[in-house]
């Protein structure tokens, strides 16, 4: 055992020279890591490989999940080849084994020490369970000086005694490649197959450990690029999915005086920002421009690059692959998922989206089912640029809303966090764009697709229409679902201020719908950002006015009077519930009939939604009467309703954190003139 | 090793190429950008979908005999051809081709390799390439000019003296693509969306790869759909009066259990008569040059073959699926072969294709 361990300096030395013949420093680099890893590594495949001496079946299941993050030490396998020979171990357990070192092959960080030992490898030839596997595995390792007479005597032998067996053949025909004068014998040219002695699942699981692997590294902000190993399947099923690696461009065109001069640096040479910024003006792009995906730094690059071709040749490579995996073919597998997720952080370090995703998403809404790869499709759908208004109902709300009254409560939710998102980033967008130029933009004209300022007003009112729509009828399905409520909202939390945040002149006020169902809710978490909304729709109406008032009257924006008095009728219900205890007061749109509410038999029923019966509060009602008065046996909320207790309940409220009641109350109720006489004033607006 | 000189190829530049660069971020130019016409990252997203062309001219049969190189034209009409469509080519130069055909056999052989744990020296000789051009396949001046590419070997293990054979041929095509497409693509690109080939999977892995690697497309697999197998039947019935097409023959599959496959064949002069009596103005077009095709006539021509059909046997096609159509002037099958057996009819079949080929571009 230890002879076959001990290799001579020189044998090592010339071997590895062979197989690195000259190479960049990249290289040596690469393989100063991975001496690094390997001793961290070896250790372990050592000790988990020494079950092999034991041979039990722990050995079998230990060797199963031996899945290399990084790489195998040479050192292990060779080891273990040698106890292979002990013949403890049962010949099934050999099998295996053999078949672990080929699915590993390639991730073996040397072959020296093992092409040493090929004589004692061939000699498990002649093992009949065992040929196959170490017929595929000197396959691999074979060199010219490996064949000699009596190898292919012996090869020639078996095949005599097991027929025409591939494995023999394949081995046989490399040996043919190598010395034709040894080999006499006629081989077919073309044989059936190559090996196929790894185990799939094996496969799988390495190519899955290996790639995660890869992207721990690549965003490590020090490794910008990673050298993409040779991945170990050839042939795979989803070829597009694989993002090319960074290379540079072979044909180089016969370039103009100007540049030529200038000498051009390949983007897979830079490794930091600092290196990026210094050649910032001379980086030449790589020859695929789908690599870029795959480093933050070259997508920083990206960034800056407004060189149309090349932003069209990572459309094109995009396009296709999402065409082709997504459109033509159903996806599910880990590599769907992980181009997907790669994808979506892209669009994220850059706040844009592709131009080709989004025009596959355009096809692709039409035929997705909601469920498949749902988190992902939805993030990409909410990077979707704003559609103009004649288009955005055949593009995206029709199959939208086919898909949100067939799916789950969870699709519902996942749609309306999607539709914030996306509604979030065109103000945003509109935002940062409005404050660069001034707002004079309607007059530019010189596209017919051009969109304008109002333009892109009906654009956000139609989105926020829609989502008011599926959001009542949504709500409606769902029993006012809490969860659905709580999405929902988060939508008008954005809506309710576009126009003191993204400066947007737009007010667009919920439906009853959305309305209703939030100030009745019965938890008090929704009552309350329902307060903080329309407080904040307050704050954005009361200053449009005045700025309004200041404008000229032909650029003015101008908010319908429809927004003000729909505004005004919420306020006054919802003060008339909470505060008044008129819930059921003339003029609201709530019309229930006098005698159906006598024959309910409700007792006041007008003060049922007041601050103490309301159902999301009578809990801390109840808490509250506790505290202010221990003693008493009897529990009578109503004696909250004097003005001391009152004012001590609101204090109460306020301090449970119902920040969104504090600034409504604040805002809209002054305690010294009644609520009704405020609200005449905005009216009259 | 071609002879044709390479120096009347052209690579089409047009001028008109329509501007969508924002170069500033201004307000402007990014409320534009934001619609679509031009996105910082990306370029015209299809918010007006593409459809296939409703309306067709008929199938003039051309001589191209006189137009384009004979052994090419032979080549291209012998077999049939396995689909693919591509998307356009960057800074490829039909000046370039023989510089490609020498890349093109180095990287052949170095994948070659890569399944060989050793360095095999005869592998180096053992494959030959050309790309040539294919002259006067072209319908319009947008179309850029067609692209031959074909790879010679010998067998591994063959003696020394063995001549070498074709085993691979392939070509890039664009004939009468839309010119509004071909016109909106900056002058780097150049636009063949149609990939035909036949031979070994591999090579076309090793080429596809190849081109992929270049020229930074993208290819994928092109299936001819039900509506273009109709267009199929309907043009090579039309052309019957000029050349017999000896058949219509057609093959459904019917989704039952077992599945159900009924070859349809009609009689050449069965068809053309019925494919007249659903063409409107029958009378009319036989003054030739007015003649065009709707997709109406193609769907009733079908529909009339259907209800025949249902009337024999009592089985309604309509709930199958077309999957081949064939006649003596060529053949289509869903799974994207295509074999055209008369030259005459090459560039209407490949007009059909190339108009396939661009509907299936991402962008």
Known sequence: MAETLCLSDSDRSSSSDQSVPSRSNNRSLRIAEKERKKNEAEDSFVLALRYFSEGSSPCVRVLKCLIPASVVPQQAVVRAVVWLNVSKIPISTQVLFIKWVLTVFDLIDAKDQLRAIYGFIFSFITEENLCPYICHLLYLLTRKENVHLYRVRKLLELQSKLGRQPFLMHLLSLYKVFCPELVTLSIPSRIRSGFKNYISPWKSALVAVQKSNGQQVSSSISAAFTIKEKSISRKRKHCHLDLPALSSVLNKEPQSEQTSRRKMVPLVHLSSFAQMLKDMHRIELPAQMGSLLGSSLALQYLDCVQEESALLRLNFWLGCALHEEFLFCRQTSEEALQFLNNLLSAQHFLQEGFSSSDAFLYKFLNVWDGSLLRPQILGLLSNIPVIPSTQIGRLLFEPLTQLFFTSSMFFKCGLMECLNNMLLKWLTWHSVYALEDDLDISLNSHTSINITLSGFKDSVMELVHFVGRLASLGLQLEGCNTLLLSFILDFYETVCDTFLKFGLPLVVMPPPGVFYPALLATDPVSVDRLAYIMHRYKLNLTSAKSQEKQTEPQQAFHISRHTFRQFNHYLVFMVNCLWNCRMFHANTDMHVREELLHKSNVPQYWTRFDFIHHPAFTGYAVDFHQKCWPGKKDVDVNSIKQSKPWSWYLEYLFNQGFDGLKDFVHSSISRQVTAGDKLQDSQQR | ?363
């Open chain 2, 1 to 363: 090793m071609d002879p044709l000189s390479e120096s009347g190829m052209r690579t089409p530049h047009n001028g008109a190429v329509v501007q969508r660069r924002s170069k500033t971020r201004s307000y402007r130019q990014s409320y534009r950008s934001c619609l679509g016409t031009a996105s910082r990252l990306g370029v015209t997203p299809a918010l007006t979908a593409r459809r296939l062309n409703a309306s067709r001219r008929a199938a003039k049969p051309q001589n191209l005999a006189d137009k384009v190189n004979p052994e090419h034209l032979a080549l291209l009409v012998k077999a049939e051809w396995q689909l693919s469509y591509v998307t356009p080519l960057y800074q490829f130069r039909h000046t370039q081709l023989r510089s490609y055909s020498r890349q093109l056999a180095a990287f052949i052989v170095a994948e070659k390799q890569q399944g060989l744990a050793v360095e095999v020296s005869e592998l180096h000789n053992s494959y030959r390439v050309s790309l040539s051009v294919v002259q006067g396949l072209t319908e319009s001046e947008d179309d850029a000019e067609t692209v031959l590419i074909q790879i010679h070997s010998k067998p591994m293990f063959a003696r020394q003296d063995e001549p070498q054979r074709s085993v691979w041929s392939g070509w890039l095509t664009c004939v009468h693509g839309s010119p509004e497409y071909l016109r909106s693509l900056p002058k780097d690109f150049t636009c063949l969306p149609l990939f035909g080939s036949r031979g070994p999977e591999y090579l076309s892995r090793v080429v596809k790869s190849w081109f992929q690697k270049t020229f930074d497309c993208c290819f994928g697999s092109l299936e001819i759909n039900h509506t273009s197998l109709q267009w199929f039947a309907a043009l090579w019935t039309d052309c019957h009066s000029q050349s017999h097409i000896q058949h219509l023959r057609m093959l459904w599959t019917i989704p039952a259990a077992p599945p159900l496959q009924i070859t349809y064949t009609v009689d050449p002069q069965d068809a053309w008569d019925l494919w007249n009596s659903v063409r409107k103005e029958a009378t009319a077009a036989v003054t030739e040059d007015a003649a065009s095709i709707d997709l109406e006539e193609v769907t009733g021509f079908l529909q009339a073959l259907k209800s025949h059909f249902y009337r024999h046997f009592r089985l309604d096609l309509s709930a199958g699926t077309l999957q081949q159509v064939s006649t003596a002037l060529g053949s289509a099958k869903s799974s994207g072969r295509i074999k055209m057996s008369n030259s005459r009819h090459v560039i209407a079949t490949l007009t059909l294709l190339t108009e396939c080929a661009l509907l299936r571009m991402p962008i």
